[in-house]
């Protein structure tokens, strides 16, 4: 679901291209993990009783935890925080045309 929620958008402002679908398939299975561990904790709690009358936490709040700093990480990536957009932004104004020439002959433009 967020791979069809945010895919056509990616490509369309241009942070999504072919070669990176295994890294944003990799955000979105995060995403799915995360989500599921979520939901289980909405319905259950995030503690339980053991047999000998101890509350321990329950494991998808780890596992929910995990996939959050994975998704933080590829969101980060691909400008889908609000911080991480405007340096993609202020990145996309600083681009100065490139001379092929220069670059050939070892020259920074």
Known sequence: KEWHRLAKKMEAIGVLTEVDMAAFAAYCQSYARWKEAEEFITEHGTL????????????????????????????????????????????????????????????DS
């Open 48 to 107: 339980v009783r053991t047999p000998s009358g101890y509350w321990q936490q329950v494991p998808q709040v780890s596992i929910a935890q995990t996939y959050m700093k994975q998704m933080g990480k590829f969101a980060t990536e691909f400008g889908l925080t609000p911080a991480s957009r405007s340096r993609l932004i202020a990145d996309a104004g600083n681009t100065a045309p490139t001379d092929e020439m220069e670059n050939l002959l070892g020259g």
